[in-house]
Nanobody, 116 residues
């Protein structure tokens, strides 16, 4: 059974760091494009970062470039999002997403709150 489970969210002060994890089962993250999305209250879901299956190229939203890093551990079948220098505007529910051809999977999300 295919499953994506996010973890690592929580409360953090501005300037702090968190590392989100996305543990996959039922498929190999190395074979899928893996993405992190987020949805803030009252806003649409947006793509934060992605990593390709072949080559592992990464891409980031302009708002997080230089602060967030996406990575993948194929042995653990897990994708990570390292978030540094967090800002209040990073507050959102973060979702893991896997895409390959016509297959697409989503996790249930993990909440990140950045507060002063």
């Amino acid at each position: 059974q295919v499953q994506l489970v996010e973890s690592g969210g929580g409360l953090v002060q501005p300037g702090g760091s968190l590392r989100l994890s996305c543990s996959a089962s039922g498929f190999s993250v190395s074979s899928y494009e893996m993405n992190w999305y987020r949805q803030a209250p009252g806003k649409e879901r947006e793509l934060v970062a992605g990593i390709t299956s072949a080559g592992g190229s990464t891409n980031y939203a302009d708002s997080v470039k230089g602060r967030f890093t996406i990575s993948r551990d194929n042995a653990k079948n897990t994708v990570y999002l390292q978030m540094n220098s967090l800002k209040p505007e990073d507050t959102a529910v973060y979702y893991c997403n896997a895409v390959r051809w016509r297959s697409e999977y989503w996790g249930r999300g993990t909440r990140v709150t950045v507060f002063s």
